[in-house]
């Protein structure tokens, strides 16, 4: 039987090229095996790794291109912004050799100086991947600081490690563990061996932490601390001293090397490129990728899924799907609640997803002096933090605890072309501004176009404070709200990584306790989302480890 239909929102997502989802069907004369719902990263990865153990696999992509949030496009004539993700976060080397990333035309350009803190001063603080370097940057901070950075980097590395760890493998099933489950125990039990005793100990002290007590147990800082302490909340609507914060600086660390904190990557030629090298792989495999195809349903018929319904009534069948999209629009909408256990839909409600970070995309004729950016050192730079305390991060969350957007938030911008001169005319530059906290739904009304056109012009104001003559240089401006990201992404409240990273939501708890391993109540239908374990942040392993999990299933 067809059971749940889309949503209004679902069915508002841009316009379809005529008559091309009604082809997919009539294309396909072939036996499909698994049909995967959307072609961001994760769902990518999946149908690759699928196609490469023999799946007749078909993925279904709303939009007119491949990538999701990790899409590019000329906001402005000659200019290529990354419009949502707009840095890479970590790629693990295994993915990249798998699926030859390299061979379909993936670049990356790692930045030697990850994190460029101002202060309105003028005062800056460079951090390096070269450890040595920025223990030279912190003696003109603070010789206790620069004398702490290599033992808080290199335990910082120990502990990250660890959860590398227990990201390259599926999260257990917790309770009633499988054999597959006791032997994934076995293998994070020795990386905790191998961790030390006092280690994980310590992993276990640091974890429930607010990022702000860790810091301050190592630093006196407070442009240091401001600027890590904003890699804790990231896309969390958490201020700084609220517990389990150390776990966000922690996760974003996992593909680290020692004394690189924050590592900023950049997809040469825009993060478009990334998912078109793994839609490349996913083809090259043997993989068909339709856009313009528009999934209102999942088909399911006793119990078992059976298929999908476009939007334009034309059904596809196969007894596997696989689905990108967030729990929610997943199993309440496609599927609907009404086939499921209510103990399960309570719990796929409550999942936490709060959008709280905006992009402000600023077109450039030119760039104005960076402090603290040594001469011919512009390549190397990665993210511009101003955040330049703790307690500036807390105030920029008080604000919108109360549904509004502090006239001093905290902000993180990239430029890019600095290392990828296509991305922009010669000269000229692209940066990208990470805002936050912008809470998705405003105490004042609804995201409008004077609001962000508001949000805009505190963003400008802030920077050209920091970096004079920077209001000079731009020639357009785009802003991206929670609301924008909802709205072109589909993400649930404008949350890019589908569910809040916090410690209620990681490892088997993700996205829901009792279903960590990326099935559902419905027989082969799984999910591959950043909602599911590992999360956002560490690109294409839901995907890798969703494909596992279908290749396992006896469905």
């Known amino acids: 039987m067809r059971v749940g239909h889309a949503s209004g929102r ?19 004369m072939k036996r499909i095996d698994c049909i995967i719902i959307g072609a961001g990263v994760n769902s990518l990865v999946a149908a690759a790794q699928l196609a490469r153990a023999g799946r007749k696999v078909l993925v279904l992509e709303r939009r007119d291109c491949v990538g999701g949030t990790h899409a590019s496009a000329e906001l402005h004539p000659g200019y290529r912004f990354d419009t949502a993700m707009t840095s890479l976060g970590w790629l693990p080397p295994m993915l990249g050799r798998q699926l030859r990333l390299a061979r379909h035309g ?32 912190l003696r003109m901070l603070s010789v206790h600081d620069a004398e702490r950075w290599p033992a808080f980097c ?44 006092v ?12 990022v702000g007590e860790w810091l301050d147990e190592w ?3 407070d442009l240091l601390k401001g600027a890590l302490g904003a890699g804790g909340v990231q896309n969390i609507d958490l201020g700084p001293q609220a517990a389990g914060t150390a776990l966000g600086l922690l996760h974003q660390h996992a593909g680290a090397a020692a004394g690189d904190i924050r590592p900023v990557g950049f997809v040469r030629g825009g993060m478009a490129r990334l998912s078109e090298a793994l839609a490349a792989a996913a083809r090259a495999a043997g993989a068909t990728i339709e ?12 119990g078992q899924a059976a298929g999908v319904v476009l939007e334009n009534g034309n059904d596809v069948k196969a007894a596997t799907i696989v689905s990108g999209l967030d729990p929610k629009q997943t199993m309440l909408e496609l599927v609907g609640g009404d086939w499921l256990e209510p103990g399960f839909v309570r719990r796929i409600r409550n999942i936490r997803a709060a959008g709280i970070a905006s992009r402000v995309h600023l077109a450039l004729d030119g760039l104005p002096d960076l402090p603290g950016v040594p001469s011919g050192g512009l390549e190397a730079l990665g993210r511009i933090s101003i955040s330049p305390s703790l307690e500036y991060l807390e105030r920029a969350h008080d604000c919108a605890k109360y549904g509004r957007v502090s006239d001093a938030p905290v902000l993180e911008a990239v ?29 004042a009304g609804a995201w ?10 505190t963003v400008v104001e802030l920077l050209d404070a920091h970096i004079p003559g920077l209001r000079a240089r731009i020639q357009a401006a785009v802003v991206n709200t929670p609301a924008d990201f909802e709205r072109q992404y589909g993400a649930p409240r404008g949350n890019l990584n589908h569910a809040d990273l916090t410690l209620d939501q990681i490892l088997f708890m993700r996205p829901v306790a009792g279903w960590a391993q990326y099935r559902t109540p419905v027989r082969g239908l799984f999910l591959c989302g950043p909602a599911n374990h590992p999360g956002g942040g560490i690109t294409g392993m839901a995907g890798y480890h969703a494909a596992r999990a279908v290749l396992q299933s006896k469905a």
């Open 10 to 28: 679902w069915n508002l997502r841009g316009t379809r090229a005529a008559g091309s989802a009604g082809n997919v069907a009539r294309r396909l």
């Open 106 to 137: 993936l670049k990356v350009h790692w930045a030697g100086m990850p994190l460029l803190a101002l202060q309105r001063d003028g005062h800056s603080l460079p951090l390096w991947r070269d450890e040595r370097r920025t223990v030279r940057s």
């Open 154 to 197: 290199a335990r910082a590395a120990r502990l990250a490690g660890f959860l590398r760890s227990a990201y390259m493998l599926p999260a257990p099933q917790v309770p009633d563990p499988g054999w597959g489950d006791a032997w994934n125990l076995v293998q994070l039990g020795l990386k905790a061996r191998g961790l030390g005793k």
């Open 199 to 210: 280690e994980m100990m310590e992993l276990l002290r640091v974890l429930p932490l607010s």
């Open 219 to 221: 630093f006196e800082s």
């Open 291 to 302: 856009l313009n195809s528009a999934v209102a349903s999942v088909l399911v018929r006793g």
């Open 415 to 443: 430029i890019p072309s600095l290392s990828d001169p296509s991305l922009a005319p010669a000269g000229c530059h692209v940066m990208s501004v990470s805002v936050q906290y912008t809470p998705w739904q405003l105490r």
């Open 448 to 457: 409008d176009a004077q609001r962000s056109a508001a949000l805009r012009d």
